[in-house]
């Protein structure tokens, strides 16, 4: 499943520390939704993805139930957002 992610939301999370809802998009307008957490084995693979932030499509992605993106895909970057100063000049 191909999905760009469209927001990163830094939250505390009720295990202890802090976790990120990642919010997605598809192609077809619908939405879809992860949570990740930096002690759990899985945040290696997602740590690129979160580093590219918004805007970037990614592939590979399973679903764990209707809305919900697998936490434990391999999630590939297909492309990173592109970077716009101020002035929405492309940098």
Partial sequence: MKLTLMKVKREKSRYGGHCFGLFFRSDEGKSYRSWLYPFCNNFVKWKLVLESGEGTEIEN????????VDADSEPRIIRKREKYSQQGKLL
Wanted: aromatic fraction near 0%; glycine fraction near 0%.
């Fill in 61 to 68: 992605l399973k679903l764990k139930t209707p809305h919900i």
